[in-house]
């Protein structure tokens, strides 16, 4: 993981909804080929954040009200959401968000509109999902709301790489999944980024993300309280405490990762 050029920063971010400040003069950056996660609990910004990048923030009442986002050394933050997606940045929101009922094919092709690309490309995207989540393949015809909540997260995550997105912005991906799908998440999200994808991962799950990471920002009440590689800081005793305290200590070490093969579903809790 990690490369050598800027996929995304973001310099002096704020933002809120209406009297309400979310972000307060944020600042990180995502290196090309990484994994970057950010980390808070409920009400950090982190999903504000997410939005700000992709400016779906409006879309939710919010705006924002000062700082930058760049692409590539390219600032987007004048960009319709479409023209992000163009650029090739692309968000997996929180909640499993699927088209209910529209099939999974469907679901998939929508996932391509406004991307790079022509047609070869397309059917190139689709390859690459149906080899990381081949349940899409077997039940393409199926509508989406008949799936499972685990396939349907790995629908909402295919619909994003149909873009072949150059960064992928992830909230929340292993909600409501038990621990074990939820490592079957982060193995796919791992291939994900084996596969050239730069991911900025929003995880409440600080031992998963920052297993996958390679750089880690804790958000506290819309600001970054730290930051850091990521194996510095699962070995802090600040954020053991903090966000580990509930976790197997010898579990959120970043070495202690078994390894799954990608597999074709997750799992919810039910």
Same mark, same amino acid.
């Given at each position: $993981? ?10 002096? #971010? ?8 979310? %972000?307060?003069? *944020? ?21 504000? #954040? ?26 987007? &933050? ?23 009922? $529209?099939?999974?094919? @469907?679901?998939?092709?929508? &996932? ?5 690309? @022509? ?18 393949? @077997? ?14 997260? $790995?629908? +909402?995550?295919?619909?994003?790489? $149909? +873009? ?17 799908? +939820? ?17 900025? %991962? ?5 031992? #998963? ?14 600001? *970054?309280?730290?930051? &850091?590689?990521?194996?510095? %800081? ?10 580990? &305290? ?25």
């Amino acid at each position: $993981m990690g490369g050598t050029g800027l996929a995304l920063e973001v310099t002096d #971010l704020s933002a809120g909804y209406g009297p309400v400040h979310a %972000l307060r003069r *944020v600042s990180l950056t995502v290196p090309e080929g990484s994994v970057v996660t950010v980390l808070g609990g409920n009400g950090a910004g982190k999903s504000t #954040l997410l939005r700000a990048v992709s400016r779906t923030l409006s879309f939710h009442g919010g705006a924002v009200t000062s700082g930058t986002v760049a692409l590539g050394g390219r600032p987007i &933050g004048g960009l319709t959401p479409d023209r992000v997606v163009a650029a090739g940045v692309c968000q997996v929101p929180e909640g499993r968000q699927v088209f209910a009922r $529209m099939t999974v094919e @469907d679901n998939l092709r929508a &996932g391509a509109l406004g991307a790079r690309g @022509d047609r070869k490309a397309r059917a190139s995207a689709l390859r690459r999902v149906h080899e990381l989540f081949p349940v899409l393949a @077997d039940r393409s015809r199926q509508r989406a709301g008949l799936l499972s909540g685990g396939e349907q997260q $790995m629908l +909402a995550v295919g619909r994003a790489l $149909m +873009a072949s997105p150059r960064l992928l912005l992830l909230d929340e991906p292993s909600l409501g999944l038990a621990p074990l799908m +939820a490592a079957r998440i982060a193995d796919t999200i791992r291939e994900i980024n084996a596969q050239g994808t730069t991911v900025l %991962l929003v995880e409440q799950n600080a031992a #998963l993300a920052l297993r996958l990471a390679d750089r880690a920002y804790v958000l506290e009440v819309g600001e *970054v309280a730290l930051s &850091g590689p990521a194996a510095e %800081l699962a070995a802090s005793d600040e954020v053991r405490r903090r966000y580990l &305290g509930v976790v197997d200590e010898d579990a959120a070490a970043p070495d202690a990762v078994v390894a799954h093969p990608v597999l074709s579903g997750w799992e919810e809790t039910r």
